[in-house]
């Protein structure tokens, strides 16, 4: 049984900065894409970046580009969203997720974490 455990949500104020990790047990999941989703009060959930198997291919969404940065490391069956100048619409329950390609969809991610909070304050 694979388990995503994210952490590193918090309230931050406008223009701080956050890093969170998701941790997989369970199943190595090198062989996994590994995404970065989010959900604000109301709305749908949201693509926000997502890394290749090896890290070579890499995708944001556009309110992401130059903001965020995701990373990994294999070694530790772990991805991270190093998330800078935060803005107040950047506050929602951040996911983690895996799937056997790397995708920008919700649809296709096997795995999924129980999300943290990340709240931005203006």
């Known amino acids: 049984q694979v388990q995503l455990v994210e952490s590193g949500g918090g309230l931050v104020q406008a223009g701080g900065s956050l890093r969170l990790s998701c941790a997989a047990s369970?199943?190595?999941?090198?062989?996994?894409?590994r995404g970065w989703f989010r959900q604000a009060p109301g709305k749908e959930r949201e693509f926000v970046a997502a890394?290749?198997?090896?890290?070579?291919?890499?995708y944001y969404a556009d309110s992401a580009k130059g903001r965020f940065t995701i990373s990994r490391d294999n070694a530790k069956n772990t991805v991270y969203l190093q998330m800078d100048s935060l803005k107040p619409e950047d506050t929602a329950v951040y996911y983690c997720?895996?799937?056997?390609?790397?995708?920008?969809?919700?649809?296709?991610?096997?795995?999924w974490g129980q999300g943290t909070q990340v709240t931005v304050s203006s």
């Open positions: 997720a895996a799937a056997q390609v790397i995708l920008r969809t919700v649809n296709g991610y096997a795995y």
């Open positions: 369970g199943r190595t999941l090198r062989m996994y894409a």
């Open positions: 890394i290749s198997q090896s890290g070579s291919t890499i």
